[in-house]
């Protein structure tokens, strides 16, 4: 039974209360039940404390006397609870050893302490690290490596060369290493250009659901370490991805783009091919990014949400809007 | 052999034409053959019906007289149409009984009348319910519940921690109950935030192919009852969504957004994280909803679709609207 | 062993260098080592060739005599790339024969030398061409046909009444052939409109990875021969996409809309629902077509990318366009 000292202890944390107060279980601020641990981060919240039934919330010391129970002081009470939720996790489910459904080529090499679900199939040549999960379905085609400690969710697909580094955690329906989108138009028609390359990701990456990554043309598309993508993003061949870079949910990158590091990328934005992205530049939600970025910065493309007899009059009006500037210089010169 | 008056007699409808005209199949107006049933419920169609060859035309009142065939006569030809279809329908194709191949766990529990493709997986202390159909390779994860008359299509994944209500359908490659997208900043890289919640989905919902829907962080992620997700949607984590609502193909939902009953998301719009969104709105297609709507309507944003040279011109300028706007009032104020 | 004179006669190109020049590999102008082939198609990079330390480079007569090594000399280099590409990819890798564990309906066909991975499922009355490979986990519904030479990639599913042509390679993770998006609204809820129809595909059409294409709801989606489609696009029920058409990663089209031939569709786009498309259209990246477009040519929609804090007062501005408009008209009006 974790208590309220225990927690304190374990991640150099300040705290009011009982030190024997028991916490069984992470609920919100709202809707937490006696027991539970809450947290307060977000200073929109800070009106749920007094009501909260929490035996102990987790906030910065300028709410501490507000708390109505006992509380743990952290100068980043966000970063505590992430670190606490992991005590509570229930893990991966996937029991010891390999499920005798899963086809594992002759020629693969599975370290110590693999484990390997029903009807996962593993490649040539392909060799799984110490301690990997490769939940019911997964698929590791031929040439892979997946590092120590990885955790391929159930119908995950590396489809070649795709090697991941240690500590990689890829989510259901994400496909890695599938061919590049390469065409060449000769004749009236269509040539497909051959992807030679492969997929390397980094240490401590993690891949959401149904993301798909693809093999890069010549040479490898790249994510660095610490790179996080959320579910349903695209990444075309030969991109790379800098380190510590997170992608929010159905980001498109265009092939041989280049990602700096610490990038925040909003959800559905777009990111066309060709292009560099400097360091810690941040994209908003749905911006498209059509040149180079060459400074850290916050970007944004669009226009507002509107009530949509309004939208349609200003819209209407966009496809005006050079002959208006237009009318408004000559009208500004004829005022000078 | 289905005939005019029995499909009138079944769902309440007049009918004009030999009671005994027998109806063989569904067509278009323009490509129907004899013995084809088609239907006419938009005006946009109603020069073909002249021209038509099926044999028996579902319309309103108003059409009849013109109609060169049997027809059927509701208030709602479209609501007729749909109902009509599901007769004509082959179903779900799965045979009786549980695949040898299936892998169930000992601690799962099936309903009678559960039917299991190959290649399916039923995790620890899930409880599939009763006429439910998990088609090949579904995989049902640890701690989920599948309602009565669920389909589960080919190649469908519920993670952990699902519960569906009745009558769910969901497409292939749809993916429930995978890691929300949580991650806090520290010390230069990012630490994962666990994902303790669930996901919980009504009565009678559908979600589309290859949709993603996350559990929730702490509480569950949420849809109600008769929601209709199309395919290539991505909810995020704590999300709710209410009854009746529809979203059309390639959504993006952000974390813990509400959104009412009976709204009507278009096709690739974005709605950012934590925001409300009142019942009965509807949403543009691409349209980013970037706040709390909290009256009922139709909202959108964009720009039209334009020639590109002359968008180029346009969208120059839209980086100049503020100078614009700017210079604008000082000519107006001059000239007052 | 490919040598320099053996790929000028192979492709009918001329060449200057040692005509034995063995060429091991390829790689970029930048990165190549000797022994490989690089190419140079895009003046963006014609100064990278002067360092190259690629044994053959591929380019336009114009470069040639800046080579600093062998050359294969083509009217378009970038084709020529593409065709000798071919040569050194490594296949698919799919052992011949049929895996035992795959599961095959006693009423499928199957042609001769068809290859079939582990864990592949052909439902009833399927027919699989000759040559033809389904990899591990690919799931062929019922009434199905599969043309010969078909690469059916790991994961792949056709729900079902999904006919392709020859030559059809698609991707892990696509879809076809689920039910198309098809509701109507009665009595305060949603009915499912049965989807009846199917999916064909043409000859050499390239689907991409988690691409989903759904059935028709009377009639059949249609994709003519040569069609390229990137990653996650979704494309509607009872859409037509025209012959030679290539599309970008996560477009969505709606459905019953008819896309020309030799259109090319820029990522994230997206297409609604009933419009024609004509030949030969070139639609940008994330713009949204909202009507039909009757002329061959390019178009786009979006506002460019910007600093964030100047992107905000430009696009709250955008609200007040019209009135902007009628603003100016007024002043011109009077200074006229």
Redesign the interface.
């Known amino acids: 039974m974790l208590t309220l000292k225990a927690l304190a202890d374990r991640f150099g944390l300040d705290f009011r209360g009982d030190a024997d107060t028991p916490i069984t279980?992470?609920?919100?601020l709202a809707?937490a039940v006696p027991g539970q641990l809450a947290f307060l981060a977000n200073s929109k919240y800070t009106g749920q404390l007094a009501g909260t039934r929490a035996s102990v919330v987790i906030l910065g010391a300028a709410d501490a006397d507000a708390c109505p129970c006992a509380c743990l002081i952290s100068g980043?009470p966000?970063?505590s609870?992430?670190?606490i939720?992991?005590l509570?996790?229930d893990g991966d489910?996937l029991p010891d050893g390999i499920?005798p459904?899963a086809?594992i080529a002759a020629s693969a090499t599975l370290a110590a302490g693999v484990r390997i679900?029903?009807?996962a199939?593993v490649?040539?040549r392909s060799v799984i690290g110490a301690g990997a999960q490769l939940h019911?379905?997964a698929?590791v085609?031929?040439d892979c490596v997946v590092g120590e400690d990885c955790v391929l969710?159930?119908?995950t697909?590396l489809?070649?060369r795709v090697r991941l580094g240690n500590r990689v955690?890829i989510?259901?329906?994400a496909?890695l290493g599938?061919?590049g989108?390469?065409?060449?138009?000769?004749q009236?028609?269509?040539?497909?250009?051959?992807q030679?390359g492969g997929v390397r990701v980094g240490d401590?990456c993690?891949i959401?659901?149904?993301t798909?990554i693809?093999r890069g043309?010549?040479?490898d598309t790249v994510l660095e370490n610490?790179v996080?993508l959320?579910?349903?993003i695209?990444i075309?061949h030969n991109v790379r991805i800098g380190a510590?870079t997170?992608i929010?949910?159905?980001v498109?990158v265009?092939g041989s783009t280049r990602i700096g590091k610490y990038c925040l990328i909003g959800?559905?934005a777009?990111i066309?091919g060709h292009i560099e992205i400097a360091d810690k530049v941040?994209?908003?939600?749905?911006?498209?990014?059509?040149?180079s970025?060459t400074e850290a910065?916050?970007?944004?493309?669009?226009?507002?949400?509107?009530?949509?007899?309004?939208?349609?009059?200003?819209?209407?009006?966009?496809?005006?809007?050079?002959a208006?500037?237009r009318?408004?210089n000559t009208?500004?010169k004829?005022?000078d």
């Not at 009236?188 to 051959?194: D, E, S």
């Not at 994209?283 to 040149?291: C, K, P, R």
Request: negative net charge; hydrophobic residues 35%.
């Open positions: 279980g992470i609920g919100t809707d980043n966000y970063t609870f992430a670190q939720t992991a509570f996790d489910d499920h459904t086809v679900g029903p009807y199939v490649g040539e019911a379905h698929h085609g031929n969710m159930p119908k697909t489809v070649k955690r989510h259901s329906g496909v599938a061919d989108f390469g065409i060449a138009f000769h009236g028609g269509w040539i497909k250009i051959a030679l401590d993690e959401g659901a149904n798909t693809d043309a010549i040479e610490d996080r959320d579910n349903q695209q075309g510590h997170a929010a949910g159905c498109a265009a959800g559905a777009g066309v941040t994209v908003g939600a749905m911006s498209l990014v059509t040149h970025l910065g916050e970007y944004a493309s669009g226009t507002p949400i509107q009530p949509k007899n309004e939208w349609r009059k200003n819209a209407a009006r966009f496809k005006q809007l050079d208006m500037a009318t408004l009208l500004k004829n005022g």
